[in-house]
């Protein structure tokens, strides 16, 4: 972590603007977890600052591309030739003048000019006060050349949705990601020692987010989901200690719900047997895929088992610290490599829920960083991956047993053509999906078998979700 997360005594005036010029020029860590982790760090400042950090630093980093365009028109020095600071600077300044309204055009420019100054670039001041007044004066003529510069969006992103999607589905997809994106929220059954219901904890919820001026509104999708919006830290809203709800895209909720899993116990008479259903659940972390199959099954009153597996030692621990506040007891949790078969699970599980490593061109809207990072020879990889971790999850299913895969990325060499190959070249059965969605969802692929969620489109992020059977008794 950067200096400026390290230390600031809570006495000294904190420069909202040098924060997130600090962050601008943080690499090597994400962009939601840095912004997680310099709230934390200022939590003391009043909501309404740590807002505009939060604004200024994403909106900075969502708009780069559109940024730059606009400053090379503007700037004899072109953003590729500028200092380094000197460049987020610029990006930060000319993001208030384009889209906050409630920062005047001149405390834009005359902040920027002190910020140079502070970072010891007192030379530039007067390049730094030209390009910034002169974008302000001409803000409201400027025109876009392309999609990419319009939505801030990679040329070649733009061109593989154009290709797989049309021209005017990738545009609302453009347009989708750079809209507000509430954080969801599933509300469930408290632990048998707590006796809030759901409905008080909701109502608990609601009060104290209104006490900070956030909201808290139901998803059209599911009844357990809501919306959150005016809050940096859920984990200190009433009741999330006890396990009353969990952080999860609605999205992700349906997967797990796309299962049936309910109907599945009764196809398979699990009700009046004996026999133990068994979940493994292969990429788990964080673990929310993993959590809402419990809290079905748990309804079900049935015998389960779920085991929850990733690589990831750190995932790991996160996943334990989720099923222990929710109260979930039946939970195995291990570090594995999806991709190493291993013998003693073959043949043995009635679910598994492959949710594999992925582009993550779906969640733009929330991780900005990357559409910046992610490269067409990187999705060449990771299709490969992919299907070593299906080959994996299908020699793990029982017969009948059901297959989840799921991504959170929109690009069918890693969606589409994975479903036709389990479907085609593994003998795996589609299982049709409308009974399990929101009547909103039943789109014309839903009965073959899968979804393709679209942001703009759906009121989610966008996910790729497929249920398909091992056939054979």
Not at 152 to 162: A, F, G, H, Q, Y
Not at 222 to 244: E, F, N
């Amino acid at each position: 972590m950067t200096e400026m997360v390290q230390g600031q005594n809570k006495t000294q005036s904190t420069n909202q603007r040098m924060i997130v010029l600090e962050m601008l020029l943080t690499e090597n860590v994400y962009s939601h977890i840095l912004v997680r982790d310099v709230l934390k760090k200022y939590n003391y400042l009043p909501q309404q600052e740590k807002a505009f950090i939060k604004r200024l630093y994403e909106g900075t980093l969502e708009r780069q591309i559109e940024l730059d365009y606009v400053l090379d028109q503007y700037s004899k020095v072109k953003t590729d030739k500028m200092k380094r600071v000197i460049c987020a600077l610029m990006r930060m300044s000319v993001y208030q003048i384009l889209y906050m309204d409630a920062v005047p055009d001149a405390a834009a420019c005359n902040e920027a000019v002190k910020l140079a100054q502070k970072k010891g670039f007192t030379s530039l001041k007067g390049f730094v006060n030209g390009v910034l007044r002169n974008i302000a004066r001409n803000k409201g003529s400027i025109t876009y050349e392309s999609l990419s510069v319009k939505y801030s969006m990679p040329e070649w992103i733009v061109n593989l949705w154009t290709d797989q999607l049309g021209a005017q589905t990738t545009e609302t997809v453009l347009a989708g990601l750079l809209k507000e994106h509430p954080v969801t929220v599933r509300f469930r059954k408290m632990p048998a020692q707590t006796d809030v219901d759901i409905a008080s904890a909701v109502s608990a919820v609601q009060q104290a987010l209104a006490a900070q001026g956030g909201t808290m509104a139901p998803h059209a999708y599911l009844s357990c989901a809501y919306s959150v919006s005016g809050t940096d830290d859920i984990t200190r809203l009433p009741y999330y200690q006890d396990g009353a709800f969990v952080v999860q895209d609605v999205s992700s909720m349906l997967a797990v719900r796309a299962l049936g899993i309910e109907e599945y116990i009764e196809s398979r008479g699990l009700r009046d047997s004996k026999e133990t259903l068994q979940v493994i659940d292969l990429c788990a972390a964080p673990g929310g895929k993993s959590m809402i199959a419990a809290d079905i099954l748990e309804k079900c009153d049935v015998s389960y088992a779920i085991l929850s597996r990733d690589v990831s030692a750190d995932k790991i621990n996160r996943m334990i610290e989720n099923f222990d506040r929710c109260g979930l007891r039946q939970m195995t949790v291990q570090a594995a490599d999806a991709t190493v078969v291993e013998e003693q699970l073959v043949g043995t599980a009635d679910i598994v829920i492959a949710d594999v490593p992925c582009s993550g061109l779906g969640v733009i809207g929330k991780k900005r960083d990357i559409k910046y990072n992610v490269t067409p020879n990187a999705i060449e990889a990771l299709v490969v991956l992919q299907k070593q971790i299906l080959t994996t999850a299908v020699r793990y299913l029982k017969p009948g047993g059901r297959l989840l895969f799921s991504t959170c990325t929109i690009d069918q060499s890693e969606n589409e053509q994975h479903f036709e190959w389990l479907r085609d070249k593994l003998a795996l059965k589609p299982m049709p999906l409308d009974a399990a969605l929101p009547d909103c969802l039943h789109t014309e692929t839903a009965q073959k078998g899968y979804v393709q969620l679209l942001p703009g489109v759906h009121d989610a992020d966008g996910f790729f979700i497929s249920v398909l059977c091992k056939q054979g008794e």
